[in-house]
């Protein structure tokens, strides 16, 4: 997928301004501070809050004038920011609504993803936010999952998370990562990036003012103070 | 005494049976749209109107129910299709889009029904006298009832129990994520919305073989059904049923005892309701 200069607006703000990201094989994260526009990044992707201009190029197709759904049935998986479950839905509901079948060996099913997070399992018949933060977090990936997507747009998965329930995610990314799922990971907290990011982009008053591989980022206290303040 | 009472809750009953299935579609497509369809008066007179000519022409009363709740169907699922999508989103463009419908409407209807009030004719099968505890009372009532328990069932049916439901419950809770995960919300809402018209279509026909049509019927209707889902919580089915349960009987009794202030009476729970708990008795906040 690449994205280039994307602008988007909210209203009359200038939200990103001129964003360019690609994400190959493997894992990317967008690191920067809260209100640089991360959120808004995979909000226009999925055609949520369209761009103004700039364009999101998917598997060679532009995609950035399509309709959310139509972008989710041509194989991106989307987490949003604070799970958003549908309280009027069962676990089960939430996985059986947005299955898609692949006609392919390892597909996923609601099955596997009660495989590999048992918790959701027993919980079945109980409304989506009735869960604990960790299971609804496991449970908003799980419906992505199920639309059986290339490419998974992740949004703060560990925000208001406990350390335990945050290494079970990372756990599963890496898991996703082997099962050849690209991920486009949107983070504040760069310990969970650099758990499993490849390749690390920074936005700054929604602009990608830096890039590079994920290790030489985490590893270079200077830059970390300069973009992120950390 | 009591006659006069079980007669009472019986007409309440009526009345809470036909609220139930004008309130249920517009509660629905509100629930999931945000747009208030204020012509689901005028779409209540035109299926009315529509069934009594079917009626007069073919004396087939279960055909003019098909006829008169089909083609209101029809009429709303070609205009969610042509218009409103057009407008989607926007409160004050959809308001004056649906009012102005309802406008060419009750004229057209004007036009081609004429000013006085119409009653279907009920075929004396449909209509026998029934006698219960001690009472006789008019048959047609007690199919009017039991059609509205099935048709809640039914709506209880498709929403909890079908996929398609469920796609209408995430649509109704979150519209943006359920797009975002592969839901054409599009299509959903031209079935809701068609199937709201299709609700009211049947509540024209019903309504409309025991109570009259007439022009001025649609904004009575629409008003009623306003104040049942607003009562109930928009959105809820079992706020619908409540607050049809209320309203009716609350008619009813207002009715008989009274009668000078019983329209008014059925914004009383309205008012306290808006005043204590504005999303309604079953609503969610929006």
């Known amino acids: 997928m690449e994205v280039s200069d994307l602008h988007t607006y909210y209203g009359k703000s200038h939200v990103l301004q001129g964003c360019t990201v690609t994400v190959e094989q493997g894992c990317v994260a967008v690191l920067g501070r809260n209100g640089m526009g991360k959120t808004t990044l995979l909000r226009s992707v999925m055609g949520l809050t369209p761009p103004r201009s700039g364009s999101v190029q998917w598997r060679g197709e532009e995609i950035s004038r399509k309709k959310p759904f139509a972008i989710a049935s041509m194989g991106i998986g989307y987490v949003p920011q604070g799970r958003r479950l549908f309280p009027s839905l069962s676990v089960e509901e939430h996985l059986t609504l947005t299955y898609r079948p692949k006609r392919t060996a390892n597909q996923w099913t609601p099955q596997r993803v009660y495989d590999i997070f048992p918790e959701l399992a027993q919980r079945r018949k109980l409304s989506g936010s009735r869960l604990s933060g960790g299971e609804q977090q496991m449970l908003a990936m799980g419906r992505a999952l199920v639309t059986n997507p290339s490419l998974i747009l992740l949004d703060e998965p560990s925000e208001g998370l406990a350390p335990i329930a945050i290494e079970r995610i990372v756990e599963t990314c890496r898991e996703l990562r082997k099962a050849n799922i690209s991920i486009l990971l949107v ?10 990011a490849e390749r690390i982009y920074v936005l700054l008053s929604g602009v990608t003012v830096y890039e590079s591989g994920a290790k ?11 973009y992120l303040g950390l | 005494m009591y006659t006069k009472f079980l007669i009472l809750i019986l007409n309440g009953l009526t009345q809470a049976a036909i609220f139930f299935v004008l309130g249920s579609g517009l509660t629905l497509a509100f629930g999931l749209m945000r747009v208030m369809n204020l012509s689901h008066g005028a779409f209540y007179l035109l299926g009315g109107y529509i069934g009594y000519s079917v009626v007069h022409a073919t004396h087939n009363w279960p055909l003019a129910l098909v006829a008169g709740s089909l083609s209101i169907a029809l009429l709303g699922f070609l205009f969610e299709r042509t218009m409103l999508v057009r407008v989607r989103g926007g409160d004050l463009p959809e308001t004056l889009l649906t009012i102005a419908l309802s406008m060419i ?4 209807s004007l036009a081609i029904w004429g000013g006085h009030p119409l009653t279907l004719n009920l075929p004396a099968y449909l209509n026998p006298p029934i006698r219960i505890l001690g009472i006789t009372y008019p048959g047609f009532r007690f199919i009017l009832m039991g059609l509205s328990v099935l048709i809640a069932f039914s709506l209880w049916l498709i929403l909890y129990r079908t996929k398609l439901g469920a796609s209408v419950r995430a649509g109704v809770d979150d519209r943006e994520t359920a797009s975002a995960l592969g839901v054409n919300v599009d299509k959903i809402y031209s079935f809701v919305f068609a199937l709201s018209a299709l609700l009211v279509g049947v509540a024209g026909v019903l309504g409309g073989s025991y109570l009259q049509l007439s022009p001025g019927s649609d904004t009575t209707i629409l008003t009623y059904s306003l104040v049942i889902i607003i009562l109930g919580g928009m959105g809820s089915l079992l706020g619908t049923v ?9 008619l009813s009794f207002g009715l008989a005892y009274a009668p000078q202030y019983s329209y008014f009476l059925i914004f009383v729970p309205m008012g306290v309701v808006l005043a204590i708990r504005p999303q309604g008795l079953f609503g969610r906040q929006v």
């Open chain 1, 216 to 226: 030489a980022f985490l590893e270079n206290p200077d830059l970390r103070q300069k």
């Open chain 1, 187 to 196: 983070e504040q907290n760069i310990h969970v990036a650099a758990a499993f």
């Open chain 2, 242 to 250: 409540v607050s049809s349960l209320i309203l009716g009987q609350l």
């Open chain 2, 105 to 108: 409407i009750a004229d057209v």
